[in-house]
């Protein structure tokens, strides 16, 4: 496990994360932010100290000419280092938000030659100017240069973004973490229909087919939800992301699932079935699938690779940098008692997918369950499916009903 882990983190290295308009302009407000705040008081009280404003006659409380056109000078040259150094820190800071980073050498390497550029023209600034515009220009140019060690500082830490990388215990952590609990997708019977002739054995759906299953379910919760790819912020508002499909499965308490459980969709009869896997398994096969390890330029699919998790259903705190993490892991306090566990794939913009459905595979399912109390009907049909897939070409032929459901026993009671 640990070895296949390492050369998926390998692969996911090699990747870089898509870039973001919205990340990028963070990363260099941060640094100017931080570059005023790191640089501001440090240049100000080192050009105090220098230039002799502690011997100033008290008395007549008269600053002479020449002694604030020297801490003008000395403030020139100590703020543009500083500058960059304060810089550096807050584009880091951001860059490393979520699951990318960077490094933090050339993005150091950037703000400081940012700061050295910031110095150069300063410096011509001061041979340029005599003392009387010596001030008013200075503050003038600065508004020029200020974002040039921000922006040079971005550059560097962008030239090396990556995906971060578990390592160690953590790594092995979350392997356990991944291994120790099951997950469960359950179906109604017009879905094993479709599972089990492996016309479409996994499927993904977009926010907007959840939206229009409730706008066509008549409002309907337990039929989708109007509110897909949306979340509700901390601060009273709303924040949508819809540029991606998803899978949803529902985290389960034990290795299969408990009456309670299987009553979840039991209004709207999604409980004839359980697939049960583990997060692992399905990971695996979907990034198989959809080649997602690959070099972004070899791979056939439009996406990005697969991000899974447990649902949300808080308010949440959502900016610019982490719209696209947080959203699609995010739902009403309502639906919280299906405990929901989901699989995320982001696509390249400006497609727009509705639904990915895969025909054929069945690697991911680890067993499937039929609910120990469907009714009579559902009975009869779930064991026609059955045998119709015996007798078929795909991964279900030749098989006996102990080999495709873990129960099959309760279908001949």
Same mark, same amino acid.
């Given at each position: 496990m640990?070895?296949?882990v390492n050369?998926?983190?390998?692969?996911?290295?090699?990747?870089?994360?898509?870039?973001?308009?919205?990340?990028?302009?963070g990363?260099i407000?941060?640094?100017t932010?931080?570059?005023?705040? %790191?640089a501001?008081?440090?240049?100000?009280?080192?050009?105090?100290?220098l230039?002799? *404003?502690l011997h100033?006659?008290e008395?007549?409380?008269?600053?002479?000419l020449?002694?604030l +056109?020297?801490?003008a000078?000395i403030?020139?040259?100590?703020? =543009?280092p500083?500058?960059?150094?304060?810089? !550096?820190v807050?584009?880091y800071?951001?860059g490393? /938000? &979520?699951k990318?980073? &960077?490094?933090f050498l050339?993005t150091?390497a950037? @703000? *400081?030659?940012?700061?050295l550029l910031?110095?150069?023209?300063f410096s011509? &600034?001061i041979?340029?100017?005599?003392e009387?515009?010596?001030i008013?220009?200075?503050l003038f140019?600065?508004?020029l240069?200020?974002? $040039?060690?921000?922006?040079l500082?971005?550059?560097?830490?962008?030239?090396t973004?990556?995906y971060?990388?578990?390592?160690g215990s953590? /790594?092995?952590g979350s392997n356990?973490c991944?291994?120790e609990?099951?997950i +469960?997708? *359950?179906?109604g $019977?017009?879905?094993? #229909?479709?599972i089990?002739s492996?016309n479409? !054995?996994?499927?993904?759906r977009?926010?907007?087919?959840?939206r229009r299953?409730y706008?066509t379910?008549? @409002?309907?919760d337990t #039929? @989708?939800? /109007?509110?897909e790819g949306?979340?509700e912020t901390v601060d009273g508002? !709303?924040?949508?992301?819809?540029?991606?499909v998803v899978?949803?499965? !529902?985290k389960?308490?034990?290795?299969?699932p408990? /009456?309670d459980?299987?009553?979840?969709f039991?209004?709207?009869?999604q409980?004839? %079935?359980?697939i049960?896997?583990t =997060?692992s398994?399905v990971?695996e096969f979907?990034?198989?699938?959809?080649?997602t390890? #690959?070099?972004?330029t070899k791979?056939r699919? =439009?996406f990005?690779p %697969?991000q899974h998790?447990e649902?949300?259903?808080e #308010?949440?705190?959502v900016d610019?940098t982490?719209i696209?993490d947080?959203?699609p892991f995010t739902k009403? +306090?309502q639906f919280? @008692?299906?405990?929901?566990y989901? *699989?995320i794939?982001?696509?390249?913009?400006?497609?727009?997918?509705?639904?990915?459905?895969?025909g054929?595979?069945?690697?991911?399912m680890?067993?499937?369950? +039929?609910?120990?109390?469907m009714?009579?009907?559902?009975?009869?049909?779930?064991?026609?499916i059955l045998?119709n897939?015996?007798? &078929?070409?795909g991964?279900?032929?030749?098989k006996?009903?102990?080999?495709i459901l873990a129960?099959a026993?309760?279908l001949?009671e």
């Amino acid at each position: 496990m640990s070895e296949s882990v390492n050369i998926e983190n390998k692969k996911q290295n090699r990747q870089k994360p898509p870039l973001s308009v919205g990340r990028i302009t963070g990363e260099i407000l941060a640094g100017t932010a931080t570059g005023l705040v %790191v640089a501001l008081p440090l240049a100000c009280v080192t050009g105090f100290l220098l230039s002799g *404003f502690l011997h100033v006659d008290e008395v007549s409380g008269f600053v002479a000419l020449g002694v604030l +056109a020297k801490f003008a000078t000395i403030f020139a040259y100590v703020f =543009p280092p500083l500058y960059g150094l304060g810089s !550096t820190v807050g584009v880091y800071l951001v860059g490393t /938000r &979520g699951k990318q980073t &960077g490094s933090f050498l050339l993005t150091l390497a950037g @703000g *400081f030659l940012g700061g050295l550029l910031m110095l150069l023209m300063f410096s011509i &600034g001061i041979y340029l100017s005599d003392e009387l515009i010596l001030i008013v220009f200075l503050l003038f140019w600065s508004l020029l240069v200020l974002l $040039i060690p921000p922006i040079l500082a971005t550059i560097g830490f962008n030239r090396t973004r990556r995906y971060k990388e578990l390592t160690g215990s953590l /790594r092995e952590g979350s392997n356990r973490c991944m291994s120790e609990f099951k997950i +469960a997708r *359950f179906v109604g $019977i017009e879905a094993c #229909k479709s599972i089990f002739s492996e016309n479409s !054995t996994f499927v993904l759906r977009s926010p907007e087919y959840y939206r229009r299953l409730y706008e066509t379910s008549e @409002g309907e919760d337990t #039929k @989708g939800d /109007r509110d897909e790819g949306c979340a509700e912020t901390v601060d009273g508002g !709303t924040a949508e992301f819809t540029g991606f499909v998803v899978s949803c499965w !529902t985290k389960l308490k034990g290795t299969e699932p408990t /009456r309670d459980e299987w009553n979840i969709f039991k209004k709207n009869d999604q409980n004839v %079935v359980a697939i049960v896997s583990t =997060p692992s398994k399905v990971c695996e096969f979907l990034n198989k699938a959809l080649e997602t390890n #690959k070099e972004r330029t070899k791979r056939r699919f =439009p996406f990005f690779p %697969v991000q899974h998790r447990e649902v949300n259903y808080e #308010k949440v705190h959502v900016d610019h940098t982490n719209i696209s993490d947080v959203v699609p892991f995010t739902k009403r +306090a309502q639906f919280s @008692g299906e405990e929901e566990y989901r *699989f995320i794939l982001i696509y390249v913009w400006p497609l727009l997918i509705d639904s990915f459905i895969l025909g054929g595979g069945i690697d991911y399912m680890e067993k499937c369950f +039929a609910n120990p109390e469907m009714s009579k009907e559902d009975k009869e049909r779930l064991q026609l499916i059955l045998m119709n897939a015996r007798c &078929g070409y795909g991964d279900f032929s030749d098989k006996n009903m102990g080999e495709i459901l873990a129960n099959a026993d309760i279908l001949f009671e």
